[in-house]
């Protein structure tokens, strides 16, 4: 048995992750991939002790696996004419858009069983490619799984400028959720000063979903509330005085108030965008979706379920703050632009299946059997220090 196919399950069952995955009813499932290896050693790269990152979202709101479901109740796979589709309905926005979606009138949408109804009927009467040019058109999260979309890098790299590296450099973070705010905790945790920028108009949600989790992510962060469009000049001022900015929002939405990443760049600071798929795409997209249409997903007698929680998130989040330490220790001013959906790609290559195993029930546990070993399945939280 190679040691790297044992490595990534003894990694899967250690994050808490494979806790997460699987039927409500049923034993812990392994994702595919190396996910959970990528995560433990680039945490290892930064050199950060921390709680298993893939499920501590879990183990502060209570998430459990939760299929045909992801953990977080917002988002499910669906069969459609030619394959497998998914879609999250997180925001009342991408809910108010489910009409459009199904072109045809739905009455009283509404995030319920009754929805999920409507939109499987649909699904099973389009193609996943279809689906997926409709959910990037709508602006909704989703799409077929996996995507259609050609793949490129996950971190692209471009230098536009230079810089003068600083031991503590300063970081202007006008992420939300989990990915951005992910990356700025770590790089706090290496010595760096975070101050969190958040719009009037549009405050991070994470505060109000999971406010657990966010003081989490935001502990000893600055943190400044504008009104972009009438504190412009104070926004522009943060972004020249800092060493990185990390933005999460399709290009677009900054574009339009005249503030440019390759015009910051150019001038020194460097700047690095999480998107779902890539500054050059408008499609949006969450840590469930975009895992899955990354082919992140688990398959049972029933069909295909989500792997863990919101996985794309952390593992993006870890990724972004590894490229961004590398960056904010050279010369050189640089965009870095991170596509979710093609980090968690990567961390399918070179992987083909995991090792024969079973998952049995130990006490008050689960477990994994492998013919030359066995080792625990961590609950979300299970061993972490408080």
């Avoid at 959910?135 to 999260?141: D, F, N, R, S």
Wanted: glycine letters at 10%; one cysteine or more.
């Amino acid at each position: 048995m190679p040691e790297s196919d044992l490595e990534a399950l003894r990694d899967w069952a250690d994050s808490g992750a494979m806790a997460l995955t699987g039927r409500p009813g049923g034993h812990p499932l392994a994702p595919p991939g190396r996910a959970a290896t990528i995560v433990r050693r680039g945490l290892e790269r930064l050199r950060l002790d921390l709680p298993p990152l893939l499920a501590e979202r879990a183990a502060l709101t209570g998430f459990r696996r939760n299929g045909p479901w992801s953990p977080g109740g917002k988002f499910r796979l669906l069969r459609a004419a030619d394959g497998w589709i998914g879609l999250s309905l997180a925001r009342s926005s991408d809910i108010e858009l489910i009409p459009a979606l199904v072109e045809a009138p739905v009455e009283t949408p509404s995030p319920g069983d009754d929805l999920w109804a409507t939109l499987r009927a649909w699904a099973l009467g389009t193609t996943a490619r279809a689906a997926d040019d409709r959910m990037t058109l709508l602006g909704l999260p989703g799409g077929a799984v996996p995507s259609p979309v050609p793949r490129r890098p996950g971190v692209r790299l471009t230098t536009l400028g230079r810089r003068s590296p600083r031991a503590n450099p300063l970081i202007v973070d006008l992420t939300s959720l989990w990915a951005g705010p992910l990356c700025a905790r770590l790089l706090g945790l290496r010595g760096a000063h975070v101050v969190h920028v958040e719009s009037h108009a549009r405050p991070d949600a994470g505060r109000r979903v999971t406010p657990a989790f966010y003081d989490r992510l935001r502990a000893g962060h600055e943190r400044v509330t504008l009104d972009f469009r009438a504190e412009l000049g104070t926004l522009r001022e943060l972004i020249a005085r800092a060493d990185l900015v990390l933005e999460a929002s399709r290009p677009r939405a900054l574009r339009h108030l005249g503030v440019l990443a390759e015009e910051a760049v150019a001038a020194g600071t460097s700047w690095l965008s999480i998107t779902a798929r890539g500054r050059q795409s408008n499609a949006v997209g969450f840590g469930d979706d975009v895992a899955a249409s990354a082919g992140v997903v688990v398959e049972d007698a029933d069909g295909l379920l989500p792997a863990a929680d919101a996985l794309a998130d952390p593992l993006t989040g870890v990724t972004a703050a590894l490229a961004a330490t590398d960056v904010l220790a050279g010369e050189h001013a640089c965009l870095i632009d991170v596509s979710m959906l093609d980090v968690a790609r990567e961390s399918l290559d070179g992987w083909s299946a995991h090792p024969p195993h079973r998952v049995v029930r130990r006490g008050e546990g689960w477990w994994v059997e492998t013919a030359t070993d066995a080792f625990p399945v961590r609950e979300p939280g299970e061993g972490v220090r408080s």
